[in-house]
């Protein structure tokens, strides 16, 4: 499966400041997928980045507030926007497995700790 | 939503076998069954996962009923180590995964 790299691990961030979350795969991959998982809660999925297209959102995320680049196939950020306590949680990023080896699984980075104060 | 229902959390005695169960009820004839787990302050790791089959890989053994709306993912011979959130999930080719709140398994010595 892929190996994924998470920059940074972790992070302070003061409110209204910004934070861009970096996410480099081993393997090109067609899909790459952000998740949130805010404090003592499950996974939440933000949005799917495909390369060369914008990124598609899930509800209650927008782009505003989560802006995501894809420049290639083994690359893709993400962005949180003018940042309050909220937005305290864990990013996580994720990619599609192969296909060819019967629907595997997503595989995910270490993930981002980022912290609002 | 989650298209699954665990059990919140469990204990297992370290060296037996941890069965965890998932119930799944409305699952399509084309979806699968898989299962993740996440060690504290770490990233998801994929476990097993399968169709209407049993599987077993060198982690673990999932069974899963022949009507397929239930399944239980079991751990050999759990260790300290295992202890962790376990998520099953249900998703059909294409589809994102989509997260519950799992079951917390608790191995104690």
């Known amino acids: 499966s892929a190996v994924i790299s998470q920059k940074p691990s972790r992070d302070i961030c003061q409110r209204g400041t910004s934070l861009t979350i970096q996410c480099q795969v081993d393997s090109q991959v067609t899909m790459m997928f952000w998740y949130r998982q805010q404090p003592g809660q499950s996974l939440t999925l933000i949005a799917t980045a495909n390369q060369g297209s914008e990124a598609t959102y899930e509800s209650g995320f927008v782009i505003d507030k989560f802006p995501i680049s894809r420049p290639n196939l083994t690359f893709s950020t993400l962005t949180v926007s003018n940042m309050s306590p909220e937005d305290s949680s864990i990013y996580l990023c994720?990619?599609?497995?192969?296909?060819?080896?019967?629907?595997?699984?997503?595989?995910f980075g270490s993930g981002t700790r980022l912290t609002v104060v | 939503d989650a298209k699954t229902t665990q059990p919140t959390s469990m204990d297992c005695a370290e060296g037996r076998a941890a069965n965890l169960p998932c119930n799944h009820s409305?699952?399509?004839?084309?979806?699968?069954v898989y299962w993740y787990r996440q060690i504290h302050s770490q990233g998801p790791q994929y476990i097993i996962h399968g169709l209407k089959n049993n599987e077993t890989n060198e982690m673990a053994s999932l069974i899963i009923t022949e009507d397929r709306k239930s399944s239980t993912l079991i751990l050999p011979h759990a260790t300290l180590r295992d202890t962790a959130v376990y998520y099953c999930i249900v998703r059909g080719y294409g589809q994102n995964f989509v997260f519950g709140p799992g079951t917390r398994l608790s191995v104690l010595p």
């Open positions: 994720s990619v599609d497995g192969d296909r060819a080896i019967d629907n595997y699984g997503y595989t």
């Open positions: 409305t699952i399509s004839g084309n979806e699968y």
